[in-house]
């Protein structure tokens, strides 16, 4: 079972990357193979949006715009689950996040009900804010809308400040080590 963890901060060593990091050890402990990828080394632009505001996204779900986008959605077809941490920025998602969400919903959630590349499987959505704490809900609330566009399951939603950074990411550990779970639970089912 392959589960994978995103992160969308320029920092490698931050709030982000902690709760990265706290996420895989739980998947592993729970059982599962983790990847990572982040989208910061990554080159994803902006949604352009074509035409008169759709283009390839809606008529056959994959973005025209080429650059990094293409080979990370076609990973997603191959995991079971996914975290996905950003920073918060403006009370909102950080513009990495926002990039790669905006492209992956315009292709995923014009897909009919079930045909969705995440559809029903698990995602752990965490918002890490590292400055005034301000911000995350909202955050969370656009990750959780998203979550839903794509027809993917909200396992949990995390906030995460400077003062609740250490009980989180024990909480983040559970959730991986839980998330795997599912999964290898329900691949044994089908065996
Ligand atoms: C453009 C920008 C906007 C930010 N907006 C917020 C915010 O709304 N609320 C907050 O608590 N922190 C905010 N911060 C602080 C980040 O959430 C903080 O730096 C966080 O730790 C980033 O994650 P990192 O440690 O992985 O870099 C902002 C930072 C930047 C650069």
Not at 46 to 70: I, K, P
Not at 97 to 122: M, V, Y
Not at 129 to 140: E, K, Q, R, T, V
């Amino acid at each position: 079972m392959n589960l994978l963890v995103i992160t969308a901060s320029p920092n490698k060593d931050g709030l982000t990357a902690a709760c990265a990091k706290a996420a895989c050890a739980g998947i592993l402990r729970g059982g599962a193979k983790v990847t990572q990828a982040h989208l910061n080394d990554l080159s994803i632009g902006m949604c352009q949006a074509c035409n008169d505001g759709w283009g390839t996204c809606l008529s056959e779900h994959r973005c025209r715009v080429e650059d990094d986008f293409q080979a990370l959605h076609e990973r997603l077809v191959g995991v079971d689950g996914l975290v996905l941490v950003t920073p918060v920025y403006w009370g909102d998602l950080s513009e990495s996040a926002k990039a790669f969400t905006d492209r992956l919903r315009r292709c995923d959630a014009t897909r009919d009900r079930g045909q969705s590349i995440l559809f029903d499987k698990p995602v752990i959505a965490v918002a890490a804010a590292g400055g005034s704490g301000n911000g995350m809900i909202s955050c969370l609330l656009n990750m959780e809308r998203w979550i839903q566009q794509i027809q993917a399951r909200a396992f949990d939603l995390i906030p995460v400040n400077r003062w609740s950074r250490a009980y989180k990411l024990a909480a983040l550990r559970a959730g991986g080590k839980a998330m795997a779970e599912e999964v290898c639970r329900k691949e044994k089912r089908k065996d």
